[in-house]
């Protein structure tokens, strides 16, 4: 009884209109037809701040359609209303690439990793400062980007995006905002090595530097030690740890 009540209530506020049937097993019509609107109002807000700039350059009504048809498939999954945006983008952003224009998906791409960034878990501890016979320790709210539009800019008034290949490193800063960071593919390639955390800062960079066939020499370790410098004034990279025995 108590879990025929839950999926009907479930179909309720998710079904793309409410059954008689499950109106009456409820009881109080009324009452369970505000309470749809309730939910479903709380959901689109939420899912409306995080993919703000997706939402105003498809359309609100391209957009809602994306959420509504999401609705009717079951909804969100999690109990947490921050990670709601989330579930919503993994269903939607595959019909917008499809549907709209080509920088959509990027957008909406960037815009929901932005969000996961600023609500991510906190920053781990690490045991040691940053040393190149250590392995580093990163923020937890740090993701590399690979995007074939610059979406992180403001799009050209009424002409969206030009195709631009663009690395972003994207991490959270002291006001836990989400910042974007340009990268190269080298920086990029050692960010998710450090990611990885399975090598020294010393391995790593000698891994990355031979599979870009580049070489390290005076002119490159001065452009790693201002990369490295940076990440840590940016709280990017937060120390070292001692690599396994």
Known sequence: MLADHAKAIHRVCFGSEPSEADLELLGSRERWLVYRDLVRNRLNHVIGV??????NAIGEEVFQRAVDEWFSTGGPTTRYLRYVPSELAEFAIPIWQRTEAPWVADLAGYEITAWEIRYGPPNPTPSHEFAFDRRPVLATAVKVLRLAYPVHNEPAPGAGYEPDPTILCLYRDKNHKAIPR???????DL???WRAGDQT?????Q???AAHKTQIGPDFIEKLSTLIADFLNRGILLGGQDPPP
């Open 50 to 55: 995080a993919l703000a700039r997706t939402k």
């Open 182 to 188: 340009k990268l190269n593919p080298l920086a990029a």
């Open 191 to 193: 960010l998710d090595a």
């Open 201 to 205: 800062v010393a391995e790593s960079v």
């Open 207 to 209: 891994q990355v530097a």
